[in-house]
């Protein structure tokens, strides 16, 4: 037991000395890079224009059908009243295709944001050669990479390069780590 306190206190010892920093990121995923995040900002901008577009086109279609309305005479003419149907009609079909179409483009707008936001998670991921062995790490509170290293015996450059990180010092709590073998 004394052996087991000896060796946790050696690698505190290690961890301070060597310098290293655990970051607490509350954060799980890594943060998305600046051109994938401006390339979906305008899209959900351009998709946005497209929808208020379609909301102004509804709103002179419903201004014209209730303006056809009130124009209608109190005497009209059987054809009169008929061409009145018509143009209602062609404005209800109207609306109804302007409905859809909006319909349409949110769901395009869904899908196009989550199969980015899934293209950016998968990008995200440290590759890893199939044939790689190994363990996977969660990083908890006061864990630098060097202790984690000294206590799967691997370097810390193998872990580094294993989960494609920027830097020894850069981890956070709650981070899986692949430690490979």
Same mark, same amino acid.
């Given at each position: 037991?004394?052996?087991?306190?000896?060796?946790?206190?050696?690698? &505190?010892?290690?961890?301070?000395?060597?310098? &290293?920093? #655990?970051?607490?990121?509350? #954060?799980?995923?890594?943060?998305? /890079?600046?051109?994938?995040?401006?390339?979906? =900002?305008?899209?959900?901008?351009?998709?946005?224009?497209?929808?208020?577009?379609?909301? %102004?086109?509804?709103?002179?279609?419903?201004?014209?059908?209730?303006? =056809?309305? =009130?124009?209608?005479?109190?005497?009209?003419?059987? #054809?009169?009243?008929?061409?009145? %149907?018509?143009?209602?009609?062609?404005?209800?079909?109207?609306?109804?295709?302007?409905?859809?179409?909006?319909?349409?483009?949110?769901?395009?707008?869904?899908?196009?944001?989550?199969?980015?936001?899934?293209?950016?998670?998968?990008?995200?991921?440290?590759?890893?050669?199939?044939? %790689?062995?190994?363990?996977?790490?969660?990083?908890?509170?006061?864990?630098?990479? /060097?202790?984690?290293?000294?206590?799967?015996?691997?370097?810390?450059?193998?872990?580094?390069?294993?989960?494609?990180?920027?830097?020894?010092?850069?981890?956070?709590?709650?981070?899986?780590?692949?430690?490979?073998?």
């Amino acid at each position: 037991m004394k052996a087991f306190f000896s060796l946790a206190t050696l690698l &505190c010892l290690g961890a301070v000395l060597t310098g &290293c920093v #655990t970051v607490q990121d509350q #954060t799980a995923p890594p943060p998305a /890079s600046k051109a994938d995040v401006q390339f979906l =900002s305008e899209e959900i901008r351009r998709l946005q224009a497209r929808l208020e577009a379609s909301d %102004q086109e509804m709103g002179r279609l419903s201004a014209e059908l209730y303006a =056809s309305r =009130s124009r209608q005479p109190e005497a009209a003419s059987a #054809t009169q009243v008929q061409a009145l %149907q018509g143009q209602i009609e062609d404005l209800q079909r109207q609306l109804v295709a302007l409905d859809a179409a909006r319909a349409k483009d949110r769901d395009k707008l869904y899908q196009d944001i989550s199969q980015n936001v899934a293209k950016l998670m998968k990008n995200s991921a440290p590759a890893r050669a199939a044939s %790689q062995t190994g363990y996977e790490h969660t990083v908890k509170t006061g864990e630098s990479l /060097s202790a984690i290293a000294v206590a799967y015996n691997v370097k810390v450059a193998a872990i580094v390069q294993a989960n494609n990180l920027k830097s020894a010092d850069q981890i956070y709590v709650g981070q899986k780590l692949f430690i490979p073998q």
